[in-house]
């Protein structure tokens, strides 16, 4: 019967314990992060490479090509743009919209390369990487 009651002190005593703290830990984490104007958004808590992106999205340009392109006919004077930060890239064509098979071909910085299956113009112009 005295181990019994032991064991109940034991257990109001551990758990009184437990739940003293961190009721109050909990308290102050919530003040703590409500006077400082609440919870921060993505923007105020970005940093680095994460935040360039962000700051240069907001202006509207295009940091890593990840937003689609307009599209050009691919004639000699008006060929389609291809980026890189190389001097040479290469390329694939489908030549027809049907078409299951891609024409590989290298294009180099300063000239108007050709498919040579197709002969649609491809112009590689210089990339700077925003990092």
Not at 43 to 62: F, N, V
Not at 70 to 82: D, F, L, M, R
Not at 100 to 115: D, L
Request: net charge positive; glycine share 6%.
């Amino acid at each position: 019967m005295a181990s019994w009651r032991m064991c109940q002190l034991m257990l109001r005593a551990a758990s009184r314990s437990a739940s003293v703290p961190r009721t109050v830990y909990l308290s102050r984490a919530c003040t703590r992060a409500m006077s400082a104007g609440g919870i921060p958004s993505d923007e105020e808590q970005a940093t680095g490479l994460e935040r360039k992106i962000m700051q240069s999205l907001k202006k509207g340009e295009d940091p890593y090509n990840i937003l689609p392109k307009e599209s050009a006919p691919g004639t000699k004077e008006n060929p389609h743009v291809v980026p890189s930060v190389n001097k040479q890239r290469i390329v694939g064509c489908i030549c027809e919209e049907d078409n299951s098979a891609i024409i590989w071909f290298w294009i180099h910085e300063g000239e108007v390369n050709r498919c040579p299956q197709c002969g649609s113009h491809y112009k590689l112009v210089p990339y700077e990487l925003p990092h």
